[in-house]
């Protein structure tokens, strides 16, 4: 059974920093061949993408809110995913959630898939900023 387990979440003031953390199990998920996105969701909002980062690492995604506060690393050898977010923000109150979605090709341009092909989700944990 593939299963994606979120930690690190919490509340954290406004300017303050949070890494969240996505592991992986499963005997039959080969971490390594996905992609990996990070999405929230805030009360009343629809799930929005966060950031995504390639199958080897090698690429990143990031939503304009993300960028330049948040980084996306993984670690395919320890099979996790973490997000660094850094200058949080109220806005950023949601419910964090890692997913695993389609790599595409293993050679030449990554593939960056859209919400809908994300197939293997975790249960989410909740980020707080309070202003």
């Known amino acids: 059974q593939v299963q994606l387990v979120e930690s690190g979440g919490g509340l954290v003031q406004a300017g303050g920093s949070l890494r969240l953390s996505c592991a992986a199990s499963g005997r039959t998920f080969t971490f390594s061949m996905y992609v990996m996105g990070w999405f929230r969701q805030a009360p009343g909002k629809e799930r929005e993408f966060v950031a995504a980062i390639s199958w080897n690492g090698g690429g990143t995604r990031y939503s304009d809110s993300a960028k330049g506060r948040f980084t996306v690393s993984r670690d395919n050898a320890k099979k996790t995913v973490s997000l660094q977010m850094s200058s949080l923000k109220p806005e950023d109150t949601a419910v964090y959630y890692c997913?695993?979605?389609?790599?595409?090709?293993?050679?030449?341009?990554?593939?960056?898939?859209?919400?809908?092909?994300?197939?293997?989700w975790g249960q989410g944990t909740q980020v707080t900023v309070s202003s």
């Open positions: 997913a695993a979605g389609p790599a595409g090709s293993y050679s030449g341009a990554y593939n960056w898939p859209p919400i809908a092909d994300y197939h293997t």
